[in-house]
């Protein structure tokens, strides 16, 4: 059973910085594609951004595109989310999500993740 604990959340103002930290448990770290998800009130949850299992290849929704990074440490079984230039409509739970197997390709549909973490909140004010 993978499990997944995201910290680093909290309250900003437009253009600042976050990063944060997802630490998986449970299972083989490394052979999981892996990335974040968000959901702002009253919105459906939403793909942000993913990375390939060895770190090689990233995926970025187009509303994040050159603000957020992600990145993974394999050895501190954590993936992070460098969130930068932050807007109030970034305000949103962000959700750690990861498939079910080793190696499945990441999708952008939330339905088919199936690990997911309990969320940290980021709220941005203008």
């Known amino acids: 059973q993978v499990q997944l604990v995201e910290s680093g959340g909290g309250s900003v103002k437009t253009g600042d910085s976050l990063r944060l930290s997802c630490e998986i448990s449970g299972r083989t770290f490394g052979s999981y594609n892996m990335g974040w998800f968000r959901q702002a009130p009253g919105k459906e949850r939403e793909f942000v951004v993913s990375i390939s299992w060895n770190g090689g290849n990233s995926l970025y929704a187009d509303s994040v595109k050159g603000r957020f990074f992600i990145s993974r440490d394999d050895n501190k079984n954590t993936v992070s989310l460098q969130m930068n230039n932050l807007k109030p409509e970034d305000t949103a739970v962000y959700y750690c999500?990861?498939?079910?197997?080793?190696?499945?390709?990441?999708?952008?549909?939330?339905?088919?993740?199936?690990?997911w973490g309990k969320g940290t909140l980021v709220t941005v004010s203008s």
């Open positions: 999500a990861a498939p079910e197997r080793p190696y499945a390709a990441y999708s952008r549909n939330p339905s088919s993740i199936y690990y």
